[in-house]
């Protein structure tokens, strides 16, 4: 029996009884058939919660089937299934789900969203290779708080309460997403200010995240690499390359339609510089420079002389070029570029 992924967690619902998040501690990706099996067996809607004796069924077949963590992790949340009949009347309550995908299909709703968004922070797959079509539509916007997260129209409830209890009730962000590191913290990386990386980023080892980078869901890199500036969604940044303070990336929520950015291996866009084409290895766009699919790039050739001028889209995925303006003319010039990236190692020591 084939299966895509399977998470074994615990979330919030406000007082209708609706998810608002949920944590996944260990989500795992394409289980065996025997768990995948009970699974089915036992796991018939995300967003419904499981009974006693169906809780008691799958921890058991688990066991058996060689998923020992997910068995204990189960056992270990089984106290909070009670918390599941009490939402509705509480609100954001703590509570159970157990999310099983039978395949790599659109997330229906907050679980399954919530799944595939761990999949990816965990790096159990990269950017695109889980369906994600719809997700903004599925989750709900929440505030997001150091007691967790709060559904809006229940926050000025909360706050009074806390004020009436002497606490003050800090909303951090309001937002779809909260900050991946909530969640789950990758190994081998370093991240200045968490609140820039949303929940379903993947961030590759060795990445250094600095307080200007920002990297957003279903997009990050794929290994070491200085990040100081914007990884939008959808974009892939590969090994060994840097984004300068304030460069941006187009992603295909912010106007770059259908076409997927990336940035290849040993690449530097510079200081407030910005892409809007795919890159291939060892390229460089000179600081304050943004090139976009449109953008007239007069070509040199070894010598220095322009052969041609074309739009930058037709120089898409190539490698070893430099992107530069003309001092004089203020022309966009593309020479091949005769140096790659060296990141400084003591910069991305991350024990």
């Not at 559904?151 to 706050?159: C, D, M, P, S, Y």
């Not at 969604?233 to 929520?253: E, H, K, N, Q, R």
């Not at 074309?310 to 003309?326: H, I, M, Q, Y």
Request: aromatic letters at 4%; glycine letters at 12%.
């Amino acid at each position: 029996m084939a299966a895509y992924a399977y998470g074994i967690g615990i979330g919030t619902r406000n007082k209708k009884g609706e998810w608002l998040e949920v944590f996944f501690p260990q989500p795992r990706l394409a289980p065996n058939d025997a768990i995948a099996s009970c699974l089915a067996s036992e796991v018939t809607n995300s967003e419904a919660g499981l009974n006693s004796s169906a809780l008691k069924a799958l921890r058991e077949a688990l066991a058996r089937n060689g998923a020992e963590d997910d068995a204990a992790l189960l056992a270990k949340l089984e106290t909070q299934s009670d918390a599941q009949a009490g939402a509705d009347e509480a609100g954001g309550e703590q509570a159970l789900v157990v999310v099983y995908l039978t395949e790599d299909a659109a997330p229906a709703n907050v679980p399954e969203a919530y799944l595939k968004l761990h999949l990816l922070s965990h790096r159990l797959v990269k950017p695109h290779e889980t369906n994600l079509d719809g997700v903004l539509g599925v989750l709900h916007n929440v505030a997001w708080t150091k007691e967790g997260a709060i559904a809006i129209e229940e926050l000025t409830e909360r706050t009074l309460d806390a004020r009436l209890q002497g606490r003050h009730l800090e909303v951090s962000c309001v937002d779809k997403f909260p900050k991946m590191t909530n969640y789950v913290v990758p190994s081998g990386v370093r991240i200045a200010d968490t609140a820039r990386v949303r929940l379903g980023a993947h961030v590759g080892p060795g990445t250094t995240v600095m307080h200007e980078g920002f990297i957003n869901f279903n997009a990050g890199t794929l290994g070491t690499g200085m990040i100081e500036g914007r990884i939008s969604a959808g974009v892939v940044v590969g090994v060994d390359s840097d984004l300068g303070g304030g460069s941006s990336t187009m992603g295909t929520l912010s106007g770059g339609g259908n076409i997927i950015i990336s940035v290849g291996e040993q690449c530097l866009i510079g200081a407030n510089a910005g892409v809007g084409i795919p890159l291939g290895d060892r390229c460089t766009i000179e600081s304050g420079l943004y090139v976009t699919a449109g953008t007239k790039v007069s070509v040199r050739d070894a010598d220095g002389a322009s052969t041609e001028v074309v739009a930058a889209r037709v120089l898409a995925g190539e490698s070893d070029l430099l992107f530069r303006r003309n001092s004089q003319s203020g022309a966009v010039e593309c020479l091949t570029n005769k140096t790659a990236v060296q990141l400084n190692d003591a910069l991305h020591a991350h024990n």
